[in-house]
Nanobody, 122 residues
Framework: QVQLEESGGGLVQAGGSLRLSCVAS????????MGWYRRAPGKQREWVAT????????YADSVVRSRFTISRDNAENAVYLQMNSLNPEDTSDYYC???????????????WGQGTRVTVST
């Protein structure tokens, strides 16, 4: 099974930046995709961005794409989310997600990190 360790959350003023990190460890054959989701207080969890093993990136919408950048280090089994021009609406718990396989050509599994909190103050 894979474990995900997130870091990089914290308190930042509006207009500031943060870089979230997520490192996967454990027993797995491959990680097909890693991504970020977030859940704001009182709201449903929403997808933010994904980076696939093939090298493609996808973002939830153009607003996210304009301020956030997802990157991945396949050698380190890590994914990062650079967040710029943060505003209070970005305040959320951010969760790392991994789609992985235990065996080559085997089924995919999904695992979630515990989350890292981002708070943007005015």
């Amino acid at each position: 099974q894979v474990q995900l360790e997130e870091s990089g959350g914290g308190l930042v003023q509006a207009g500031g930046s943060l870089r979230l990190s997520c490192v996967a460890s454990g027993t797995f054959c491959s990680i097909d995709a890693m991504g970020w989701y977030r859940r704001a207080p009182g709201k449903q969890r929403e997808w933010v961005a994904t980076f696939t093993s093939a090298g493609s990136t996808n973002y939830a919408d153009s607003v996210v794409r304009s301020r956030f950048t997802i990157s991945r280090d396949n050698a380190e089994n890590a994914v990062y989310l650079q967040m710029n021009s943060l505003n209070p609406e970005d305040t959320s718990d951010y969760y790392c997600n991994a789609i992985y396989r235990r065996l080559s050509y085997g089924p995919q599994y999904q695992y979630w990190g515990q989350g890292t909190r981002v708070t943007v103050s005015t």
